[in-house]
């Protein structure tokens, strides 16, 4: 698999009517699947605190299937091109099309999704808590969930969808998207400070932190950080640990390899290479070494049923 990048500054001014630039960086991939390429630009400063990035990605690929696999942001995504059916959710069976817009809640399994037709996503990857100020309600209601955008926002969401489809490139829809976003996200709300504190260090330490030495940091008790997490971020600190450490394991494999199991569970922090291989299976639905032949180049999916050679 053969991977291009490059980092570059490209023109902020489409909604704004103002000259900024922000830092994108491009990414090409020729895969078993067929090309495809993928941009990813930085929000504006006054949304670093809710928007991790905008992303868009496409490529003519055939019809697949792919396990889209636990991640830390939840992504509000809008469909260009193609035909979607999400066939397992949270590891069981599920089965519902989409066609225009959905928001991927924090999920504590793999999804499973079938893609014809192509594909061309434009999107925005929220903090979880940054999706909470958006949808001004507990992110609880979200996770492990893929509501349409249309249910979430109605004829709102149809309108900002046609604008996307229409407009000139890439970085004209970035700009659309993060107007739309400046304009729905309630500012007035403010993450509780132990939130962000307990899911900064859950960051810095890949998952490795011990939730009794957390809340003991914090001041808090274990009751009230569960409580704030299930509304902000959508999972209980716990889950949310091991959701980190799963999704930093995943990258590590994607960009090194196999290394021993051995070390790799030290690395991160599991008791044995049995803990190790038994949260793999359960997050990902799939062994190490099966998610070592089919990762995607950024480690965040498999393909599942890719077309003959």
């Known amino acids: 698999m053969h991977l291009a990048g490059r980092l570059f500054q490209a023109p902020l001014s489409y909604a704004l009517g ?3 630039s922000r830092t994108c960086r491009e990414l090409s991939f020729e895969s078993p699947i067929g090309p495809w390429k993928l941009v990813e630009a930085q929000p504006a400063t006054d949304l670093a605190d809710a928007v991790e990035c905008y992303w868009e990605g496409w490529g003519d690929i055939p019809p697949l299937k792919e396990k ?3 991640r830390t942001g939840v992504e509000l995504m809008f469909n260009l091109k193609g035909e979607h059916i ?3 959710l949270d590891g069981k069976p599920f089965g519902a099309d989409y066609l225009s817009g959905w928001l991927s809640g924090l999920q504590r399994r793999y999804m499973l999704i079938e893609t014809t037709g192509g594909s061309h996503f434009v999107a925005a990857r929220l903090k979880p808590w940054g999706a909470w100020r958006l949808l001004r309600e507990p992110m609880r209601e979200v996770s492990c969930r893929v509501p349409l955008i249309d249910d979430i926002w109605g004829n709102d969401a149809q309108r900002l969808a046609t604008r996307l489809a229409e407009a000139p490139n890439l970085y004209a829809r970035f700009d659309l998207l993060e107007d739309h976003l400046r304009r729905r996200i309630d500012f007035r709300r403010k993450a509780d400070a132990g939130v962000l504190e307990a899911s900064r260090r859950m960051l810095d330490t890949q998952g490795r932190v011990r939730i009794d030495s957390l809340c003991r940091r914090l001041g808090t008790s274990r009751v ?3 409580r704030k997490f299930r509304e902000q971020v959508g999972l209980t600190p716990k889950t949310y640990a091991r959701v980190v450490r799963i999704s930093s394991l995943m990258t590590h494999l994607a960009r090194a390899g ?3 199991w051995a070390m790799l569970a030290e690395d991160f922090g599991y008791h ?3 803990h190790l291989a038994h949260d793999f299976q359960d997050f990902c639905g799939a062994t190490i070494s099966e998610y070592l032949e089919r990762a995607s180049p950024e480690g965040g999916a498999t393909i599942e049923d890719p077309p003959p050679a």
């Open 18 to 20: 103002q000259t900024f």
């Open 68 to 70: 889209i696999l636990p």
């Open 86 to 88: 999400v066939q397992e």
């Open 224 to 226: 009230t950080l569960s």
């Open 258 to 260: 196999g290394d021993s």
């Open 272 to 274: 044995d290479q049995a």
